[in-house]
């Protein structure tokens, strides 16, 4: 619960928006107003970017994360899931849940937020490319 408290403070700093303001709910645009279109779609995308710090914090706190359970676990990690996997096979399943989701599997979350940073540097771009 603290966490989303801190999620929150950050929003309040400006650094979030609602994607439709006060309209909820996409209208119907009447035929030939490519132009509102336009404008709606630029909308959208100018308020995803908004949240382009957000996702980054994201990135960084599944790294270090990742990299904490990555460090927690024995360097021979193969042996020691054997080992594991003889002793009790319901934690050999978590353990091999965890690796294969925050460590090796795809798709993982560290790739997940990969992903999502090239798309939203692809709006961006958009975007830039599009003023000019």
């Given at each position: 619960?603290?966490?989303?408290?801190?999620?929150?403070?950050?929003?309040?700093?400006?650094?979030?928006?609602?994607?439709?303001?006060?309209?909820?709910?996409p209208k119907k645009?009447?035929?030939g107003s490519d132009v509102d279109a336009e404008a709606r779609?630029?909308?959208v995308m100018q308020n995803?970017?908004?949240?382009?710090?957000?996702?980054l914090m994201l990135g960084d706190t599944i790294n270090y994360v990742s990299d904490q359970i990555k460090k927690s676990l024995p360097l021979q990690i193969d042996e020691f899931m054997d080992d594991l996997k003889h002793y009790d096979e319901d934690i050999y399943g978590c353990i091999d849940?965890?690796?294969e989701k925050m460590i090796d599997g795809y798709p993982n979350m560290k790739d997940m937020i990969e992903e999502i940073t090239e798309d939203i540097h692809t709006i961006e771009s958009y975007l830039k490319n599009k003023k000019i």
């Open positions: 619960m603290d966490k989303l408290k801190t999620y929150k403070v950050f929003e309040k700093d400006g650094l979030s928006s609602v994607i439709w303001d006060d309209k909820k709910t645009l009447p035929i779609i630029d909308e995803l970017l908004k949240k382009k710090d957000m996702i849940e965890l690796r």
